[in-house]
């Protein structure tokens, strides 16, 4: 139960990356939610992404003194044994797209997913964590301008475009975001407020 202060149709996303407060902002708006936007910075410890969500959530919401929502994210690539998977930040920066091209340079097995995890929690409550998935496979080469990070590299299942080719608003019908912030959306909704 949330305290009578808090508003169900609104929450606060902290993160320090603006494509993520965009695609965030587009779906939840279409949910019902409006989204508010702060780039406070939390630590981020060792472990999934689900442990990452739940510490940084919790640290956020202590720090400002209202429901937050965090993410972490990541690539997961089968034949790399689930690699980059929670060092996909870091690999995007050193590595890049390049990069993960050469260590898949002669793997004929291309399946990769995105995963993301929101983390959701108030300065009373314990954190509550929501998990999206999207399969796909992992293209030969970079292909569109659109997205961010490993989108170019990304073809979803069913689709011969990759996340960077296709728009916005069609990455949001069914990335692993639109999926793990439909589940909090959701469970958010339901929540009662006590008096
Ligand atoms: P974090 O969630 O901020 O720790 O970052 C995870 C990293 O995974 C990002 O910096 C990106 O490199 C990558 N990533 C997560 N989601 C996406 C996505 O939707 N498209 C492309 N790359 C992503």
């Keep these: 139960m949330l305290k009578s202060s808090y508003k169900l149709n609104s929450i ?3 993160t320090g990356n603006p494509h993520k407060v965009k695609e ?3 779906i939840l708006n279409n949910l019902g939610i409006t989204l508010e936007h702060a780039d406070l910075g939390y630590v981020e410890i060792q472990g999934n992404l689900e442990d990452v969500a739940r ?7 202590l720090r400002l003194g209202k429901p ?3 993410e972490d994210a990541g690539m997961f690539i089968k ?11 870091y690999v995007q ?3 890049g797209n390049k990069g993960i091209l050469k260590l898949m340079s002669d793997v004929s097995d ?29 293209g030969y080469e970079e292909k569109g301008e659109h997205g961010f990070a490993y989108d170019p590299l990304f073809y979803p299942e069913g689709y011969d475009k990759s996340f960077g080719e296709l728009g916005r608003k069609e ?3 069914f990335s692993h975001r639109r999926k793990s912030l439909e589940k909090f959306a959701s469970w958010y909704k339901i929540q009662e407020i006590s008096k």
């Design 79 to 89: 034949a790399l044994k689930w690699f980059p998977g929670t060092y996909s930040s």
């Design 55 to 61: 510490y940084g959530a919790k640290y956020a919401a």
């Design 68 to 70: 937050v929502i965090v």
């Design 110 to 138: 291309r399946y990769a997913e995105f995963r993301s995890v929101i983390g959701f929690c108030t300065p009373k409550t314990e954190p509550e964590v929501f998990l999206g998935t999207v399969k796909g496979r992992i």
């Design 12 to 14: 606060t996303f902290i």
């Design 171 to 173: 990455k949001n019908q």
């Design 24 to 26: 965030a902002r587009g």
């Design 93 to 95: 920066d050193t590595l």
